[in-house]
């Protein structure tokens, strides 16, 4: 499995497409605006067709480029239902958003459960349930990679904002502990925005919320 970072859209959201040539299959985790262009070259590049969109959740940065993703491959869409409302009717979001920036709704195959086990690649990715930032917030966890995809739940010295509606700190803070510093220290921590970081970094040094 091949991991590439795609910062896209218009506060550089980070989007991870998971590819395997062998398989020639490719799992796209988030989408924020405009990453389709760079996906399709990617996929092109790999050999691969993207079977799957995962959402870790459903903010608009993050969801922005799902419909035209999903049009362009015809991938099967998971999510949290706790974020429904937010993917499906993305027009909610309309009172914190900048003029111009056009959301589509998108249509999701399945929703994930807290526990559940999505098998890709010959591997598997462990689901886990992050809200506080957003009640629908997960993580994908693969053991075998050594790699958490969080969403924007935990960053690389911070932690994601909860003064946006349905926000809730002391929620965010028990849920890291539970759900992120819960996973052995060496794994490594893709945030949603900027650099990633590890589980034992962090529990050790986020000024905001200590192991």
Known sequence: MK???IPAGPIQTNAYLLTSEKRGEAVL??????????????????GCDLTELWLT??????TQGGAQVVRGTGAKVRA??????LIETPQVMSAFLDP?????????DHWLEPGEVLSVFGTTAEVRHVPGHCPGNVLFYFKQGGAAF?????????????????GNHEQLLAAIKA????????????????????????????PYVRG
């Open 3 to 5: 991991l590439h970072v």
């Open 29 to 46: 985790i988030d989408a924020p605006g405009d990453v389709w262009p760079q996906v399709a070259a990617l996929l092109e590049q790999e």
């Open 57 to 62: 959740h459903g903010h608009w940065d993050h």
């Open 80 to 85: 949290h239902r706790d974020d429904q409302v």
């Open 100 to 108: 111009g920036i056009k959301l589509e709704p998108i249509k999701v």
């Open 150 to 166: 969080v969403g924007d739940a935990l960053f690389n010295g911070s932690i994601g904002r909860t003064d946006l509606p349905q």
């Open 179 to 206: 759900q992120i510093y819960t996973l052995p220290g060496e794994t490594a921590v893709y945030p949603g925005h900027g650099e990633p970081t590890t589980v034992e970094r962090e529990m050790t040094t986020n």
